[in-house]
């Protein structure tokens, strides 16, 4: 076992359900887990500066390997010194490593023991991504937490593809983990797939565990498959990683997956979707989702969510939003990202709360009732 440089600490077990509140460290500071990690794929959480997302309590954020490699190209963000120097943000990154991407965002693409042949979103270009390839960008990135190159296949695909998906993604992961040129400054995860059968998964995870990454990711989930699906897969999966490293699901965010996979054992997530949603001018809030454009909102002078402390619900009026946002004035895509980035990091550190008070189960039934059960 070689030391790596990023570390889960188990603080505490909660003994009625699988959450774990703990701590990981990684080069660039600790931060409190379960936690919830704002997404900047183009090296920035869109229309949010670094400062801002350190005054909501974010201590990581993901970038991405892919979007990274097509433009500004990994040599000239090592020139720069670091996707941390480059964006002026020096508490913890994560890349995933363009195994996703690739498969959502390219149509042609061709999947080949070496690696994926594939044409770039941005003009077309023919280009090539292999286990090595995605590592040796991410190294050159810089970020504390690299991810495996993975393949993740739809959650419907057949038992016999997917099986051989999981055993390529094994060789890949093993490959991944011999081009790592920087094992002591930043750690590797491997990814467990297996769409959603239970002896593929289990397979995963024994082949990814009897390798040494500093870190497990489960993929393939929350890609359109039925919530139930996603929370069974989590209820044998997570079981099977170890318990000293953290545990990481993959493209999860609304308010309720990210509760119930904490209650499975996950320990981090990340998702577009709070930004995303923000800037077409929906809001998460206490008493659930709030589309501010509509016209019920037109003269409502209250804060868009009246539990909430952020910047934006201390200082302006649903109304004042609805305006911004009705009149493609940027400043409201600035304002509905921040509030949405603060509801889900504040939404975490509740659970952390709860977790430390044994009240996690009781936490989350109000939080439900509140937001509107199946409304996330
Ligand atoms: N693999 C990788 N990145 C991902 C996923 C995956 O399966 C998912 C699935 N929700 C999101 N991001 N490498
Ligand atoms: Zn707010």
Same mark, same amino acid.
């Given at each position: 076992m070689s030391n790596h440089p990023v570390t889960y600490t188990l603080e505490k077990k909660d003994k009625r359900t699988g959450a774990r509140l703990g701590k990981i460290t990684t080069p660039h500071g600790t931060f409190e887990t379960p936690m919830f990690m704002p997404v900047g794929?183009?090296?920035?959480?869109?229309?949010?500066a670094p400062e801002e997302l350190e005054e909501m309590g974010a201590g990581i954020i993901l970038s991405n390997t892919y979007h990274l490699w097509l433009r500004p190209g990994e040599d000239l963000i090592a020139e720069a010194g670091g996707l941390h120097a480059f964006m002026n943000w020096d508490k913890g990154i994560l890349t995933d490593s363009g195994g996703f991407q690739v498969f959502s965002l390219s149509d042609m693409r061709r999947i080949e023991e070496e690696g994926v042949h594939f044409k770039s979103h941005l003009d077309g270009s023919k280009l090539f991504l292999s286990p090595e390839k995605a590592i040796n960008i991410q190294n050159k990135l810089g970020p504390d937490i690299m991810m495996s190159f993975d393949e993740c296949p739809p959650?419907? /695909?057949?038992y016999d593809y997917v099986k051989k998906s999981v055993e390529r993604t094994s060789r890949w992961a093993e490959r991944g983990l011999e081009a790592h040129q920087n094992p002591d400054r930043q750690g590797l995860f491997g990814i467990v797939q297996g769409a959603g059968f239970e002896d593929l998964r289990k397979q995963s995870a024994k082949d990814l565990t009897s390798m040494d990454f500093a870190g497990y990711s489960i993929g393939g989930?929350?890609?359109?498959?039925?919530k139930e699906d996603m929370y069974r897969v989590l209820d044998f999966t997570?079981?099977?990683?170890? /318990?000293?490293k953290p545990r990481y699901l993959m493209g999860v965010g609304t308010p309720d997956a990210l509760i119930e996979g904490v209650m499975r054992g996950v320990d981090m997530f990340d998702c577009v979707l709070p930004t995303r949603i923000a800037r077409n001018g929906t809001t998460m809030t206490s008493k659930g989702r709030v589309?501010?454009?509509?016209?019920?909102?037109?003269?409502?002078?209250?804060?868009?969510?009246?539990k909430c402390g952020c910047y934006t619900c201390r200082n302006y009026t649903r109304a004042y939003l609805r305006h911004l946002l009705k009149s493609d004035e940027t400043f409201g895509l600035r304002l509905t990202s921040y509030h949405n980035l603060y509801f889900l990091l504040d939404l975490m550190k509740k659970v952390r709360q709860a977790i430390r008070e044994d009240n996690l189960l009781e936490f989350k039934e109000q939080f439900f009732e509140e937001y509107g059960y199946n409304k996330p």
């Open positions: 794929t183009l090296a920035t959480v869109k229309t949010i959650f419907d /695909e057949s989930l929350s890609v359109g498959e039925p997570t079981p099977l990683l170890p /318990e000293h589309v501010i454009k509509n016209a019920i909102y037109a003269r409502d002078f209250r804060p868009l969510d009246e």
